[in-house]
């Protein structure tokens, strides 16, 4: 509120903080138990009332994401909140694979860290065996 009152736009963040996910015991999965979804729509609608233009939810189960989308009037932006949400949210590196070991809420459209590792092994190879640079990438 305090934001808002000074003209400062408000995202607000509910279920896993990446930020706090030490305080959370690790990236685990928000609002699982009737009270902490209880809780989490609380907060939700405290958000809204505060002045949040958007409210992003991530890692919760889909059908808190789905109610809280209908319980508010401001949009959700859901990343591994469920398909209801007003909108979708995907990290770059999880959605262009490069992430080893991505969480359950992304999805991997392209495989670049495999074409990245070759393309820098390649480079490697041909470094050592003299390829490059060749004359055509050196300046006279």
């Not at 809280?68 to 859901?78: H, V």
């Not at 949210?89 to 074409?115: F, H, I, Q, S």
């Amino acid at each position: 509120q305090y934001l808002v009152e000074r003209s400062v736009p408000v995202c607000a963040h509910l279920g896993l903080l990446p930020q706090s996910v030490h305080l959370l015991g690790g990236y685990k999965v928000q609002g699982k138990s009737k009270d902490a979804a209880g809780l989490m729509l609380e907060q939700a609608i405290a958000c809204e009332q505060a002045g949040a233009q958007m409210l992003v939810l991530e890692a919760i189960p889909s059908s808190l994401g789905k109610h809280i989308t209908e319980s508010i009037s401001i949009p959700t932006i859901g990343i591994g909140a469920g398909s209801d949400c007003d909108a979708q949210v995907l990290v770059w590196t999880d959605m262009a694979g490069l992430t080893a070991n991505p969480p359950k809420l992304a999805k991997a459209y392209r495989n670049l860290r495999e074409e990245l590792l070759s393309a820098a092994k390649e480079f490697a190879d041909e470094v050592r065996g003299g390829e490059f640079p060749a004359e055509s990438h050196t300046f006279h």
